[in-house]
């Protein structure tokens, strides 16, 4: 059974830092893409980050350069380090499993199945 659990959310001030960790099981981790996605209420579903079975990164505009996924195959784990965190960034965030063995999509269809979620929240 496949199953992906987040952790490491809370409430920081403008221009703090936050690490995201997602613990993976149930199936070959090393295969997939993974991704963290983050969802205001009342709005859809964003990517913000993806890492390929390569290793290969995208990042959303809106974060690049503050956010760094990271992936340790050995630990089947998932990480994004968010830095100079903004009011904007104020979301849930999920982690999410891709395609095996190729690239990582950008649509939230593409993907699944997906964690719980964990709050992060930003004040200014």
């Known amino acids: 059974q496949v199953e992906l659990v987040e952790s490491g959310g809370g409430s920081v001030q403008s221009g703090g830092s936050l690490r995201l960790s997602c613990a993976a099981s149930?199936?070959?981790?090393?295969?997939?893409?993974m991704a963290w996605f983050r969802q205001v209420t009342g709005k859809e579903r964003e990517g913000v980050a993806t890492?390929?079975?390569?290793?290969?990164?995208w990042t959303h505009a809106s974060v690049k350069g503050r956010f760094t996924i990271s992936r340790d195959d050995e630990e089947k784990k998932l990480y994004l380090q968010m830095n100079n965190l903004k009011p904007e960034d104020t979301a849930m965030y999920y982690c999410?499993?891709?395609?095996?063995?190729?690239?990582?999509?950008?649509?939230?269809?593409?993907?699944?199945?997906w964690g719980q979620g964990t709050q992060v929240t930003v004040s200014s």
């Open positions: 999410v499993r891709g395609p095996r063995w190729r690239g990582c999509p950008l649509r939230s269809t593409d993907y699944g199945p």
């Open positions: 149930g199936y070959t981790y090393n295969d997939y893409c």
């Open positions: 890492i390929d079975n390569g290793g290969h990164t």
